[in-house]
């Protein structure tokens, strides 16, 4: 896997695993990437998941590293697609997408483009969804949400919780900036978009509580109303707020992390011991 002009693209995701080595894969698009304050590797937000879950793992006599092949302009299904062509010998542990913007808005960037996505669809995609895309009507925003953007991020899940590997999904966090809606998802209405948005995350929800290899975190309501995220592309101090909360909920829901720590703490005790930590 090469690295980006950025910086942002993990090496040595297929080098042999450690002893006591527990390996996560982050995928998703340019937030999971690590675009917004420019910095090197170890501030962004894949690393700082990678250090907050080995300080609550430090006493299990495990190590965690976590991988970043997240991508800018990608979405969930392309990910699965990079995972099952490209990375599937890579050895680890647990799929982690912090995703979801994407998902909602690149496929309505494509609209225009609505034969050539009709004709890729027809290849690619089951016939529920296929179906959805001939029949949807573009100039009904709502009916094109759940139709064919629903239809198809569900569908991504469902891929990737075919596979044995674990697969987490944390929502990402993109209310804070007003004009998100407008200036990357070619022009949709800011309250349709956050209503869907959230309600496209509530059926992940439903979904993880039936599957056992899938689960939830929902950061993107956790920050809702956060002053520090300052829009799509995390700030440096946002990508620090956002990784120490999945890091938590990791260790909380994931039994491949739970089981090796004894961890009971609240979350408010978890940042004051990180705060101790510095």
Same mark, same amino acid.
Request: glycine share 4%; hydrophobic share 35%; charged share 25%.
């Given at each position: ?25 982050? @995928?998703?698009?340019?937030? %999971? ?6 910095? *090197? +590797? $170890?501030?962004?937000? /894949? ?117 044995? @590997?674990?697969?987490?999904? %944390? ?6 900036? *007003? +004009? $998100?809606?407008?200036? /990357? ?94």
């Amino acid at each position: 896997v090469s690295q980006s002009r950025y910086r942002r693209i993990s090496r040595d995701l297929f080098s042999e695993k450690r002893a006591n080595e527990i390996r996560i894969h982050l @995928i998703g698009g340019s937030g %999971a990437q690590g675009q917004g304050d420019y910095y *090197p +590797n $170890e501030y962004m937000l /894949y690393k700082r998941i990678e250090k907050y879950l080995n300080l609550l793992l430090k006493n299990s006599g495990y190590h965690v590293t976590v991988f970043n092949t997240a991508m800018g302009g990608s979405t969930t299904l392309w990910n699965f697609y990079d995972r099952v062509f490209y990375l599937k010998k890579a050895p680890v542990d647990l799929v982690l997408s912090y995703s979801g913007f994407n998902d909602t808005s690149i496929l309505w960037h494509y609209q225009y483009e609505a034969k050539k996505l009709q004709n890729y669809l027809r290849k690619n995609m089951p016939d529920d969804v296929k179906r959805a895309y001939v029949q949807a009507k573009y100039d009904d925003k709502k009916k094109y949400f759940n139709e064919i953007v629903k239809a198809t991020y569900l569908r991504a899940i469902q891929l990737f919780c075919d596979n044995d @590997i674990p697969f987490v999904l %944390a929502s990402q966090c993109v209310e804070s900036q *007003p +004009n $998100e809606w407008k200036d /990357y998802a070619g022009g949709i209405d800011e309250v349709l978009g956050k209503q869907f948005y959230k309600a496209m995350f509530k059926e992940v929800e439903i979904m993880a509580q039936q599957k056992s290899n899938l689960f939830f975190i929902d950061s993107a309501d956790h920050f809702r109303n956060s002053k520090e995220l300052f829009g799509l592309h995390l700030t440096l101090v946002a990508q620090d707020k956002v990784a120490r909360f999945i890091a938590f909920k990791l260790v909380k829901i994931v039994p491949l992390l739970n089981k090796k720590t004894s961890m009971s703490c609240s979350y408010e005790e978890y940042e004051a011991m990180i705060e101790m930590s510095y």
